[in-house]
Every structure is written in C-alpha cells, then in structure tokens.
C-alpha cells in the first residue's frame, strides 16, 4: 500500500464553489443547527483497507487546509460573499473530530456529525480524498497522460 507522509490535498479552495455559496446561507440562517451525514458507497468494494489512509489525511487537513491571505483576497473580491462569512470562514479549521471513518468488514464506513455550517464542507474532500488514494493503490500505473489520451481518443470518436 502506497505511504502518504505528505497532504494529499493542498488548497482550501479545491472544492465544489457551491459548496461556500450554500454554507454562506447556513451561516446566517442555520447557524447552530447540528448535523449528520454517512458516506455509503453503493457498490461491492474493498476500501475499508484504506480507512488508516483517510484518518491520517484528515487530520492533516485539520492543520494544513484553510482559507490563506491569498484566498480571503480572492473571494473577497467576488460580489456574493459578506464580509461577516469570509472573516468567520478564514478562521475556520476542519474539526476532525466530527468524523468518524472505519473499516466494516472491509467496507469503508464514514459517519460525519457537528453543526451544519462546518460538516458542509466535509463532503468534497472527503471523496476527493477516497478517490486519489483509491486509484493510486488500485491502478498506480494510469498516469495522467494515459487518463488524458484515453480522454482524447473518446472526444475524437464523439465529434465524429
């Protein structure tokens, strides 16, 4: 299994934009409002050997992840966010302890609770990181390039 000493992922903004535009409306108006979430993966899989994987990631994310000066100034730049969210959010850190990820008979398990305007925000990552961790154990020889030129041959026998 590949060892992560490393974050997989690396900007609080890689993420759905959704995501901030509905969390802005949950702020001010379900603010206190508490939560809970599961992810259940509707097919036959083996994942929950990477559940280790996962809880190392998040509690990375939980340092490494957040708004930067950089990122406050781009959003603030944009005509849709209040100020009162983008302070509030620029403080924000991933609450790791509102997730919860086992392996259940080898099945990936993630039970997420906590208040709303912070569990919002769990989802992307959480399957982004499944997803990257997935494929590099289980198809490490799939290179970007191959992913890419697979992607072309398809969109070539499409335009035709």
Known sequence: MKKYDYSILTTFLDTDAYKFHMQQVVFY???NITVSAKFLCRGNNSFGCYSNILINQINMM???LYLTDDEYNYMSSLPFFTKK???WLKNFRY???????FDKNGKLCIHIRGLWKEVILWEV???ALISEIVHQNESPNVTTRIALNYLKKKFLLFMR
């Open 95 to 101: 609450n790791v302890s509102q997730v919860n990820i």
């Open 29 to 31: 108006y379900y603010r």
């Open 125 to 127: 990552p959480l399957l």
């Open 85 to 87: 969210y983008l302070l």
């Open 62 to 64: 939980s340092t490494n």
